[in-house]
């Protein structure tokens, strides 16, 4: 058994070899460390303008979307899209999370409140890929606007963790029989 932790979300991993992605947040193997490479002061980054804004941006986007597969996830008649679903919340969650640590804010107390979403699998899972394509673009935006290394890193990351989520819309659609 070993120990690894995620250079994106900071979670530690246990396991006999590094997972192909972080099971928290999402990013790719490559983001994924022995315990003892990580650094402590990993998100303590002095950050432009330029960059609050695209991280308060971020915060409020991943918010809406965790918001929005947890009311997805509510929906019990489809068990395995309900359980995709609120693993996709989790993982917007820590985004945000995330994102409020580097901007230096407090995490939302709502994080977890399920918004709305319609009874519709198949509606749901197109607002998603709409959600998921709107977010991919906007963080690999912000990764060009940023001049620090770390938000260069986490912006890059999680835009294409966003788009996993669009294949993964593609898996759901076919389930629901879309």
Known sequence: MKMYRCRICGETYLGSEAPSHCPFCGAHREAIVDTTEYPEDINQVDITEIERNDLLEAIELELSNARFYFAMA????????????????????????????LAGVP????LTTPGEA???WCANIEESVAREQRAS??????????????????????????????????????????
Do not use: Q, W
């Open 74 to 101: 509510a929906h019990k008649d489809d068990m395995k899209l309900s359980s995709t679903y609120k693993r996709l919340a989790k993982v917007e969650a820590e985004h945000c999370e995330l994102f409020c640590k």
């Open 107 to 110: 995490e939302p107390e709502d």
């Open 118 to 120: 319609s009874d519709d």
């Open 137 to 178: 673009k906007f963080y690999a935006d912000a990764m060009g606007r940023a001049t620090n290394e770390r938000v260069k890193e986490v912006f890059g990351a999680v835009s294409l963790v966003e788009a996993d989520h669009i294949e993964l819309d593609g898996v759901a659609s076919r389930l629901a029989g879309c």
